[in-house]
């Protein structure tokens, strides 16, 4: 079965600090992973995917496949960084995206 | 560009009524589009996936009878509550897949608050 699991609700860091947001998942097969962010009343937006190894407002993401992990990671958290996180995956021919349960990044100045 | 629109934005309905909620691709074509429910404090819980020109499919345990869809064109997909009751009271959010793009790429919509008293 197709599981996201992020053991976090809340996170909560000084600016300036080191994040990491935790996501593992469960698939059988090749998945694609995928950070979402939404902002405080705002939707629902796409932050990076894994497959694109790129660096979007600092945040990085490895895909780990032994550890079946995808954990998102900024060096120096900011006060705009403060929004919910989603970890999600699809298969990799399928278009359908299964959420984790999101965490709650907090930046404290 | 790739903005998804929803209306209306939030509703609130007696039991028993039935609700309609618009998805719009506003400058690009979705062949399929999806429908989530969010539960406060939760995850977005996919319901099923609209495809323009076909019927609907449906996840585990959602009522296709109870949860109408219609993606009659390749830029609107309605979502329909049907007979609503209290337990249906959600935040209902759309995204829309581009015709020709990534294949699981997905912009969303701002979503839907129902209240059903």
């Known amino acids: 079965a197709q599981r996201v699991t992020q053991p976090e609700k809340l996170l909560s860091v000084f600016k300036g600090a080191p994040v990491e947001l935790k996501c593992n998942y469960s698939?059988?097969?090749?998945?694609?992973l995928f950070w979402y962010v939404q902002y405080s009343r705002q939707r629902l937006q796409l932050l990076l995917r894994h497959i694109s190894r790129e660096s979007i407002k600092g945040f990085t993401a490895d895909l780990n496949k032994g550890e079946t992990s995808f954990h998102l990671k900024k060096p120096f958290a900011q006060e705009e960084d403060s929004a919910m996180y989603y970890c999600a995956l699809s298969g990799k021919y399928g278009n359908k995206l299964v959420f984790g349960a999101g965490t709650i990044l907090r930046v404290k100045s | 560009g790739a903005v998804v629109s929803q209306h209306p934005s939030r509703v609130i309905c007696k039991s028993g009524t039935s609700v309609k909620i618009e998805c719009r691709s506003l400058?690009?074509?979705?062949?399929?589009m999806f429908w989530y429910r969010q539960f406060p404090k939760q995850s977005l819980m996919l319901m099923a996936t609209?495809?323009?020109?076909?019927?609907?499919?449906?996840e585990q345990g959602v009522e296709k009878d109870k949860f109408l869809i219609n993606h009659a064109s390749l830029t609107l997909s309605t979502l329909t509550v049907t007979s609503a009751h209290p337990e249906d009271s959600s935040f209902y959010i759309c995204s829309a897949h581009p015709s020709g793009g990534p294949y699981n790429e997905q912009f969303f919509g701002p979503g839907t608050r129902l209240t059903v008293l």
């Open positions: 698939y059988s097969g090749s998945p694609e």
């Open positions: 400058d690009f074509q979705a062949t399929t």
């Open positions: 609209s495809n323009e020109g076909s019927k609907a499919t449906y």
